[in-house]
């Protein structure tokens, strides 16, 4: 110090002001890599407000970001359905609302629509996402039932029946994405598959119980799979806590062969069994039975399904009708999604949608 510091008196120096420590620095979890790898850790796409520019990014590539789902078709349905103002649609796969929001916008003023989903998890949060996109309930109402409860969702409603019926056949990329719903082929989660977990026998208990006959018929009914045989003679009986503990047994029982072709049928066994477990076949037929007495007079019904045994019973149905004198119009071919859809959502790839017009009077 200079001289004068020297001289100076205790009384005049400063006193010393003990330090307090800073909070310790804590960050915010983040997920390891540049991509996230566990569904918990995609805490970005799964706020997609907070972080769109994260998810503007993996839509752009081709992906569909955690936690959303995107629709299928919206453009093909639009036409197929022309909802006017005023009119009276149901939505009977509600999913992430996405289908639901086109529709709903075309039908005001004046217009109502009715959502039917049996998943009680993600049902509350579309139903949230319709009220911030300023639908109350005079306009939408969110109903916990599959499409097979459709006739009673109308007389609940007050309704003889609607202008529009729609159907997304297809399981929703959260259900999907969510490796706690048991439906995920890559993530490892409880075996489980059930569109309502509070209901029915998860895809284990079907597994542990059934015998090789009757699940080898399961997959060749539900999925069209040519090696059904084997694998009923390998998973019948068995008892698989996990999703990743089933696909790696199908893998061992499959002959060697190429990694695609082992994938495609890991997804088939999959999919058989999503379809047993929430009887998805018994209600298609329910819906399809009970469509045409749900129309309104010169009312349309527009159905999206992703596999030949929805697609088969959608097509036979429409076509009795038509020659009993149901519906005056249905689809002459399946409609698909174009080139760019399927580039851009992979998961549209699969997806076909056919439709019909009731008699005006």
């Keep these: ?12 120096a400063p006193q010393s002001v003990p330090e307090v420590p800073p909070p310790p620095h804590r960050r915010r979890t983040r997920y390891s890599g540049r991509n996230p790898r566990r569904f918990e850790e995609k805490y970005k796409e799964r706020d997609p407000q907070r972080y769109a520019e994260t998810v503007a990014k993996v839509v752009a590539s081709g992906k569909t970001p955690a936690g959303t789902h995107r629709p299928i078709m919206v453009a093909e349905i639009l036409t197929a359905l022309a909802p006017q103002p005023g009119e009276i ?12 929001l086109a529709v709903l916008t075309r039908l005001q003023p004046g217009g109502r629509l009715l959502g039917l989903d049996a998943d009680p998890i993600e049902l509350p949060k579309t139903e949230a996402r319709m009220r911030a996109a300023g639908f109350g309930p005079e306009v939408f109402t969110a109903h916990r039932s599959n499409f097979a409860g459709l006739p009673q969702i109308l007389a609940t409603a007050g309704l003889a029946g609607a202008d529009l019926i729609l159907a997304d056949l297809g399981v929703s990329s959260m259900q999907i994405d969510d490796p706690a719903r048991g439906f ?3 993530l490892a989660g409880p075996l489980d598959m059930r569109m309502n977990p509070a209901r029915g026998q998860s895809a284990a208990a079907l597994l542990e119980k059934i015998r090789p006959p009757a699940l080898a018929q399961i997959l060749r009914e539900n999925a069209d799979e040519p090696l059904a045989e ?4 390998v998973l019948a009986g068995k008892n698989f806590v996990t999703t ?4 790696d047994a199908i893998v061992v029982a499959l002959p060697r062969r190429q990694r695609e ?6 997804r088939r066994v999959f999919q058989a069994l999503r379809i047993a477990v929430n009887d998805e076949f018994g209600a ?12 309104n007079p010169g009312g349309r019904v527009a159905l999206l399904t992703f596999h030949s045994g929805e697609d088969r019973r959608v097509k036979k149905a429409f076509a009795a009708g038509k020659r009993a004198g149901l519906f005056v119009e249905i689809a002459d071919e399946v409609v698909r999604p174009s080139a760019a859809e399927r580039n851009a959502n992979p998961r549209s790839t699969a997806a076909k949608l056919r439709w019909a017009r009731r008699a005006a009077g």
């Design 1 to 12: 110090m200079g001289q004068y510091g020297d001289e100076m008196s205790d009384e005049l």
């Design 89 to 100: 649609a149901v939505d009977c796969t509600l999913g992430y609302g996405g289908h639901t």
């Design 184 to 186: 995920s082929v890559k």
């Design 230 to 233: 084997a694998l009923a003679a």
């Design 244 to 247: 990743t503990a089933l696909a």
């Design 261 to 266: 072709a082992t994938e495609l049928t890991v």
């Design 284 to 295: 298609l037929d329910t819906l399809l039975r009970h469509v045409p007495t749900c129309l």
